[in-house]
């Protein structure tokens, strides 16, 4: 199989396999960094609190941005490509997949390293948190490298089948997802604001345990994994 053709493809552009994505992460750490040097020049109080307040802090999702855009690149510009050029749709969803496999390997190796780090040093000597949140897991440094593998790879995986989704249906897939997304967050207020004990039931589920999230996560990802699957086999290209 020519598999191994479709990750060269996708290493061609540098900054778009890799250089976008830890340009973002950089550029996220350091705007971290200089809220943790203002804000310990307000004294040890200030860095405690700080600190407690950075476990939902969301500045690692900058990595997400560049990568599902990356998935939808995967689909958008290189499945047309590897078409053209003869290779087979088997062939493209074994290379992409192996590309995927490995970015979300490598990101989540970098993210678990800059935890370990992180929390030895007392947040980088500023009391600040960049990895060690609650996205990636304030637990042991093997939950953070299973979570953020998953989350990545299913990033990934959505990303490409939203694109699949488009390329296969065209604008009747957006106005349909639109709609569908619009009733559940309707039915969602409806449920918040009318039955007793809805809102309590959906906070008891975002904060279920470790492992049934996790469960959760792998589940829409091998969902949009599978959906993507189908649709390579069947999407047209022009």
Do not use: C
């Amino acid at each position: 199989m020519r598999a191994r053709n479709v990750i060269d493809m996708h290493l061609v552009n540098r900054m778009q396999a890799f250089g976008w994505p830890l340009f973002a992460v950089g550029f996220a750490f350091a705007i971290i960094l200089s809220v943790g040097l203002i804000v310990g020049s307000l004294g040890p109080e200030a860095q405690v609190g700080m600190y407690e307040g950075m476990r939902w802090n969301g500045a690692i999702f900058a990595l997400l941005g560049p990568l599902i855009g990356y998935g939808f690149a995967s689909m958008g510009q290189y499945f047309p490509l590897a078409l053209g050029l003869g290779l087979t749709r088997r062939e493209f969803a074994a290379g992409l997949s192996a590309v995927f496999l490995g970015n979300a390997l490598a990101y989540s190796v970098l993210i678990t390293i800059g935890k370990t780090i992180e929390k030895a040093t007392g947040g980088f000597g500023l009391q600040v948190r960049f990895f060690d949140v609650f996205y990636t897991s304030t637990g042991a440094s093997w939950q953070t490298l299973v979570q953020t593998f998953l989350l990545i790879l299913t990033v990934l995986y959505l990303g490409a089948a939203i694109t699949a989704a488009f390329l296969r249906f065209g604008q009747v897939f957006l106005w349909v997802a639109g709609a569908v997304l619009a009733l559940i967050a309707l039915g969602i207020i409806a449920g918040v604001v009318l039955l007793d004990g809805f809102g309590r039931a959906l906070l008891d589920a975002f904060t279920m345990g470790w492992g049934p999230w996790m469960g959760m996560i792998a589940l829409i990802g091998m969902l949009s994994a599978g959906v993507w699957l189908v649709l390579v086999r069947r999407t047209q290209v022009s």
